[in-house]
Antibody, heavy 125, light 105 residues
Framework: EVQLVESGGGLVQPGRSLKLSCAAS????????MHWVRQAPGKGLEWVAG???????????GYADSVKGRFTISRDNARNSLYLQMNSLRAEDTALYYC???????????????WGQGTVVTVSS | EFVLTQSPATLSLSPGERATLSCRAS??????LAWYQQKPGQAPRLLIY???NRATGIPARFSGSGSGTDFTLTISSLEPEDFAVYYC????????FGGGTRVEI
């Protein structure tokens, strides 16, 4: 059974940093691209960032324009873990952040077939 | 700017009725569209991918159609557990979601 468990969310002041983690199990983690998708309170879904798995332009990462230059996605295949380093946080980054497995093995041009339950990030002074 | 527009915003129906949800893309996306269901307090669930293919374990009452710029999700006969918010998502121009359609009783 595929499981994705996010952690690391919390309350942070504007301009500060936070790092989210996602522990994956139940599938061959390093073979698949992984993503972060967020949902602001009462709003819809927004793709945040994605990263390829091994064997598929391994260093490829992609970011939404809203987070480019501030957020960094990474993975540790030995630990079956996905990360999101969030710097220069803004109030508009307040959301539930989901870790999601890519339907296809590449990060670009994919869907999301498994999701975690999310971790809440609140940016406020 | 690429946009996915879902309509209607809210659909009020009764169990047993047919639901028809629309998703329109601002540019041609072939069949590169998925549909998700999200219930309150839960993560989204993939229902349909590449416009018309049901994901694993999805009941046959859910079907998708369309290509190019106009897409439809049909629920043939609503079950009580189908009342939720539905999102479309495209994979042709980066990865973007529509604004959602709430199906309510």
């Amino acid at each position: 059974e595929v499981q994705l468990v996010e952690s690391g969310g919390g309350l942070v002041q504007p301009g500060r940093s936070l790092k989210l983690s996602c522990a994956a199990s139940g599938f061959t983690f390093d073979a698949y691209a992984m993503h972060w998708v967020r949902q602001a309170p009462g709003k819809g879904l927004e793709w945040v960032a994605g990263i390829n798995g091994v064997g598929w332009s391994r260093d490829y990462t992609g970011y939404a324009d809203s987070v480019k230059g501030r957020f960094t996605i990474s993975r540790d295949n030995a630990r079956n873990s996905l990360y999101l380093q969030m710097n220069s946080l803004r109030a508009e980054d307040t959301a539930l952040y989901y870790c999601a497995k890519s339907f296809y093995r590449v990060a670009a041009g994919t869907y999301f077939d498994y999701w975690g339950q999310g971790t809440v990030v609140t940016v406020s002074s | 700017e690429f946009v996915l527009t879902q309509s209607p915003a809210t659909l009020s129906l009764s169990p047993g009725e047919r639901a028809t949800l629309s998703c329109r893309a601002s540019q041609y996306i072939s069949s590169y569209l998925a549909w998700y269901q999200q219930k309150p307090g839960q993560a989204p669930r993939l229902l349909i991918y590449d416009a018309s293919n049901r994901a694993t374990g999805i009941p046959a009452r859910f079907s998708g159609s369309g290509s190019g710029t106009d897409f439809t999700l049909t629920i043939s006969s609503l079950e009580p557990e189908d009342f939720a918010v539905y999102y479309c998502q495209q994979r042709s121009y980066w990865l973007t979601f529509g604004g959602g359609t709430r199906v309510e009783i």
